[in-house]
């Protein structure tokens, strides 16, 4: 199997899904504004400084999803696909996408991210293949629990392990934008830092990886 995985927030979109979630919630009017707003930021700044308690942020996120029934909340993540989201989409991502697809490699999407929130995010990008955080259900209901191990930093290992079950990889390739990914970016046979943060400029310059500019703005 040659394997190309690909991070989501600021790599393939022009955004933080997750956080972008939470203001979503805010701004539709759906949740208490001041407390979430507060509680949302602060799980963000933990994620850039690389401290997050992925727990602990996912069961504040998954909160929302225990109160509205399925069908409320698809309804509600195509509002915000189409509010939020494709304006985000990264073209040069989506080519990049296109490139392995065409060499026939397996695509991959891999994020810290709920599946709830990035699985139709993924699927947008042409990517079928999606290695989240898992929110966990009973009989298809959530139940505000992460099931499994998180998908973030080493957990990114850890799932995408689980996930390949013995399979054998000949060639592989990641792309990011973040040193929380760290641990992926070293696993693979070719690292990419995409419009990365300080930390990974550092590190893609210490190990000799590309650094592109995916942004919408380049």
Known sequence: ???????????????????????????EGLVDPAYHRQ???????????????PI?????VFEFLTKNSRDRLNELHACFMQKVIRPMMRTEGLKMIQHHQQLGHEIVGITATSDF???PIFHEFGIKHVIATTA????GIYTGKVAGTPCFQEGKLIRLKQW?????ITESWAYSDSFNDRFLLE???????ISPDKKLIELANEKGWPILDWSLNA
């Open 1 to 27: 199997m040659k394997l190309a995985l690909f991070d989501l927030d600021h790599t393939l979109i022009d955004t933080d899904s997750d956080h972008s979630w939470g203001e979503f919630l805010v701004t």
């Open 39 to 53: 509680m949302n930021d602060k799980f963000y700044e933990d994620y850039k400084a690389g401290c997050l308690d």
């Open 56 to 60: 602990a942020y996912n069961e504040f």
């Open 117 to 119: 929130i990035t699985a």
């Open 136 to 139: 966990e259900q009973k009989d």
């Open 164 to 168: 390949l079950d013995g399979r054998t």
């Open 187 to 193: 696993y693979v046979d070719h690292a990419t830092a």
